[in-house]
């Protein structure tokens, strides 16, 4: 199984219709990428829903744009979208 810092480090190569499904939102966090409505394999493994890579690709750009065209690490990249999964909005400038 990958971690969550695995499935953000390979965004740009997902589809992005897939959902992310996971354990919790640090970067060890056990993770795992689905076809959108096969939540399933998702529940068994414990893993509930995260985030939709359409929209984790969404919460890196806007952090980016709003960084005046920053170019994120891994780690910006996670935080941008566990700010999202959580708050449902984007992550603020400091």
């Given at each position: ?34 076809p959108a409505g096969d939540a ?55």
């Amino acid at each position: 199984m990958q971690t969550l810092r695995d499935v953000v480090g390979a965004l740009d190569e997902l589809d992005e219709e897939a959902v992310i499904h996971t354990d919790g939102t640090s970067p060890a966090a056990r993770a795992v990428v689905l076809p959108a409505g096969d939540a399933a394999e998702a529940k068994a493994d414990g893993l509930r829903y995260f985030l939709e890579v359409a929209l984790a690709r969404d919460a890196v750009d806007v952090w980016s744009a709003w960084r005046d065209g920053a170019e994120p690490t891994v780690d910006d990249k996670l935080m941008a979208i566990a700010y999202y999964a959580t708050h449902d909005a984007y992550l603020p400038v400091d």
